[in-house]
């Protein structure tokens, strides 16, 4: 599976995006998804995951309550919609696929990445 994120840009803090990633192949279905992120000289960051059928998400403490991911199967597309940006929230943005098939937040479940987004937030 090869993914590809986008959507990313320059936003206001308060303000908000939605990225999209959006998936070759037609396994798509077969895999949970997640959202990584990485501010330069930080550590990548899990942002959240959503299973097989879309049907169960989780998320990082961070963004828990701002942000929400949703999928299209049909689309082989992958979303997530950020509000209440914050300046903390600046980072390239990668989504990723998983053959885990309880919850899990560590990138090494992870294997597919695709190319990030940035995401600026000015203050």
């Known amino acids: 599976v090869q993914l590809q994120a986008s959507g990313g840009g320059l936003v206001q803090a308060g303000g908000s995006l939605r990225l999209s990633c959006t998936a070759s192949?037609?396994?798509?279905?077969?895999?949970?998804l997640g959202w990584f992120r990485q501010a330069p000289g930080k550590e990548r960051e899990f942002v959240g995951r959503?299973?097989?059928?879309?049907?169960?998400?989780g998320y990082g403490d961070s963004v828990t309550g701002r942000f929400t991911i949703s999928r299209d199967n049909a689309k082989n597309t992958v979303y997530l919609q950020m509000n209440s940006l914050k300046p903390e929230d600046t980072a390239v943005y990668y989504c990723?696929?998983?053959?885990?098939?309880?919850?899990?937040?560590?990138?090494?479940?992870?294997?597919?990445w695709g190319q990030g987004t940035l995401v600026t937030v000015s203050s």
């Open positions: 990723a696929t998983s053959s885990v098939v309880g919850h899990t937040s560590q990138s090494a479940d992870f294997g597919s």
């Open positions: 192949g037609r396994t798509f279905r077969s895999y949970a």
């Open positions: 959503i299973n097989r059928s879309g049907a169960v998400t």
